[in-house]
């Protein structure tokens, strides 16, 4: 049986159907689920929001495949997962052509770049309704002539880039591998985080996270920080030091963090001291957060879905569990 999560996907029937399984959906906690439907469960579908831990693992004994709506893995037990063979499909795969035109991070991203540099965008404009013009606002400021520091040229970055060189702005990116740089030729390309940070206005992460790894953006690496740059991060939350930005906040070696992702972003009851501050407005319109919705559009998840079911069918094939 295919088990659908919290809202996995917008038509469960139609994809059960196309597949030719059975199916049920949980709008519930997957631990709150029948025994004897766990019992039933081969497959699950969920969405980032769906923890699952090895505690429920062990109640889903009969669970070949999981299938997440996701790039990143940390909210999978990937450890008892490899232990025990159960298969893993998402949308991070060596070959990214498949979801080339999910565009829908890369665009979130770009909005929050406008967004820091146009304070109006965020209502902090007061009018003066007697002469109809801005009597106290923050000043905007152009994008064109600035410096748009990537960080991951991966499918996302390299969309971001494109829209950086669209506005005039000078691109510079740091990308370990060799492959996108042939084919960037108005991208500068550098291997020293810390001087792309001191040479950047703006920069934008887009870099994988491989489990267990430290933090890329620490308290040093902001140390060449400037009281105009801003920082926007819409790929993971473990890549940054949240600690470490706040403290930039106050030195003024950081002048905005705009992110879509940061420790409990999708659980109300959990969170950091940059959620705490956010939600505390310490630092007022010098944050621009938003809760791990950067990829919740239509056009995305109409997309995302055909590219899971196509993996799905390819990993039960394998599996004989189709004929």
Same mark, same amino acid.
């Given at each position: 049986?295919?088990?659908?999560?919290?809202?996995?996907?917008?038509?469960?029937?139609?994809?059960?159907?196309?597949?030719?399984?059975?199916?049920?959906?949980?709008?519930?906690?997957?631990?709150?689920?029948?025994?004897?439907?766990?019992?039933?469960?081969?497959?699950?579908?969920?969405?980032?929001?769906?923890?699952?831990?090895? *505690?429920?693992?062990?109640?889903? &004994? #009969?669970?070949?495949?999981? @299938?997440?709506?996701?790039?990143? !893995?940390?909210? $999978?037990?990937?450890?008892?997962?490899?232990?025990?063979?159960?298969?893993?499909?998402?949308?991070?795969?060596?070959?990214?052509?498949?979801?080339?035109?999910?565009?829908?991070?890369?665009?979130?991203?770009?909005?929050?770049?406008?967004?820091?540099?146009?304070?109006?965008?965020?209502?902090?404009?007061?009018?003066?309704?007697?002469?109809?013009?801005?009597?106290?606002?923050?000043?905007?400021?152009?994008?064109?002539?600035?410096?748009?520091?990537?960080?991951?040229?991966?499918?996302?970055?390299?969309?971001?880039?494109?829209?950086?060189?669209?506005?005039?702005?000078?691109?510079?990116?740091? *990308?370990?591998?060799?492959?996108? &740089? #042939?084919?960037?030729?108005? @991208?500068?390309?550098?291997?020293? !985080?810390?001087? $792309?940070?001191?040479?950047?206005?703006?920069?934008?992460?887009?870099?994988?996270?491989?489990?267990?790894?430290?933090?890329?953006?620490?308290?040093?690496?902001?140390?060449?920080?400037?009281?105009?740059?801003?920082?926007?991060?819409?790929?993971?939350?473990?890549?940054?030091?949240?600690?470490?930005?706040?403290?930039?906040?106050?030195?003024?070696?950081?002048?905005?963090?705009?992110?879509?992702?940061?420790?409990?972003?999708?659980?109300?009851?959990?969170?950091?001291?940059?959620?705490?501050?956010?939600?505390?407005?310490?630092?007022?319109?010098?944050?621009?957060?938003?809760?791990?919705?950067?990829?919740?559009?239509?056009?995305?998840? #109409?997309?995302?879905?055909? @590219?899971?079911?196509?993996?799905?069918?390819?990993? $039960?094939?394998?599996?004989?569990?189709?004929?």
């Amino acid at each position: 049986m295919l088990v659908f999560s919290e809202s996995a996907v917008a038509n469960p029937k139609d994809i059960a159907s196309r597949l030719g399984i059975d199916f049920l959906v949980t709008e519930d906690s997957l631990a709150r689920i029948g025994a004897s439907d766990r019992e039933r469960t081969r497959i699950l579908w969920i969405r980032f929001t769906s923890i699952v831990t090895e *505690e429920i693992l062990s109640s889903f &004994k #009969s669970l070949e495949v999981i @299938v997440t709506t996701t790039t990143g !893995l940390t909210h $999978l037990a990937m450890p008892e997962i490899r232990r025990r063979g159960i298969d893993v499909v998402s949308l991070s795969h060596p070959n990214t052509s498949a979801i080339e035109n999910v565009s829908a991070t890369a665009e979130h991203a770009w909005s929050l770049i406008q967004d820091s540099q146009y304070p109006a965008l965020n209502r902090s404009c007061i009018w003066s309704s007697r002469e109809s013009s801005i009597v106290h606002f923050e000043r905007s400021r152009q994008l064109l002539g600035q410096t748009l520091g990537i960080v991951g040229f991966g499918r996302l970055g390299r969309k971001v880039a494109t829209y950086g060189i669209a506005f005039g702005m000078r691109v510079i990116a740091l *990308e370990p591998r060799p492959e996108p &740089k #042939s084919s960037s030729p108005n @991208v500068q390309f550098v291997d020293d !985080l810390r001087w $792309l940070i001191s040479e950047a206005d703006v920069v934008s992460l887009h870099a994988s996270y491989q489990e267990g790894s430290s933090p890329i953006i620490t308290d040093s690496i902001l140390q060449p920080g400037k009281p105009e740059l801003v920082l926007v991060n819409t790929a993971r939350a473990e890549l940054v030091d949240e600690k470490a930005i706040l403290l930039a906040l106050e030195e003024n070696r950081l002048s905005v963090y705009a992110a879509d992702v940061f420790e409990g972003d999708f659980d109300e009851t959990a969170g950091g001291e940059l959620k705490r501050s956010w939600s505390e407005n310490i630092h007022g319109s010098r944050f621009r957060l938003t809760p791990h919705v950067a990829g919740a559009c239509l056009e995305s998840y #109409s997309l995302v879905e055909e @590219v899971l079911i196509s993996r799905l069918r390819s990993t $039960l094939l394998a599996k004989n569990f189709l004929t």
